[in-house]
């Protein structure tokens, strides 16, 4: 059974940078597929940035603004972590972020493909 943990959330102003963090246990890390959601209230739960398994590929969201390094997705294999870092941070923003894991991702942006979760960090973002 796969656990994930997140931490990192917190109280922000805009403009400000987080890191969140994932912790995984239970399977072999490198085999799953990870990635981050957000949920705001009253909001579906949506896309933020995914990793496959191994690291080979990246997706965004396109709010992630990748290009200009506003949120950027990495994971350490040797320590079965995942991580988000943000950056510019906007009231947008707000949210609770989750991680999630996924053995066979057909389609990585869509939550549906995701087997496990964690239970979320909050990410407060003022203005």
């Known amino acids: 059974q796969v656990q994930l943990v997140e931490s990192g959330g917190g109280l922000v102003q805009a403009g400000d940078s987080l890191r969140l963090g994932c912790e995984f246990s239970?399977?072999?890390?490198?085999?799953?597929?990870m990635a981050w959601f957000r949920q705001a209230p009253g909001k579906e739960r949506e896309f933020v940035a995914a990793?496959?398994?191994?690291?080979?590929?990246?997706?965004?969201?396109s709010y992630a603004d990748s290009g200009k390094g506003r949120f950027t997705i990495f994971r350490d294999n040797a320590k079965n972590t995942m991580s988000l870092q943000m950056n510019n941070l906007k009231p947008d923003d707000t949210a609770v972020y989750l991680c999630?894991?996924?053995?066979?991702?057909?389609?990585?942006?869509?939550?549906?493909?995701?087997?496990?979760w964690g239970q979320g960090t909050q990410v407060t973002v003022s203005s």
């Open positions: 999630a894991a996924a053995s066979n991702a057909r389609r990585v942006t869509e939550r549906s493909s995701y087997e496990y």
């Open positions: 990793l496959t398994w191994g690291g080979g590929s990246v997706y965004y969201a």
């Open positions: 239970g399977r072999s890390f490198i085999s799953y597929t």
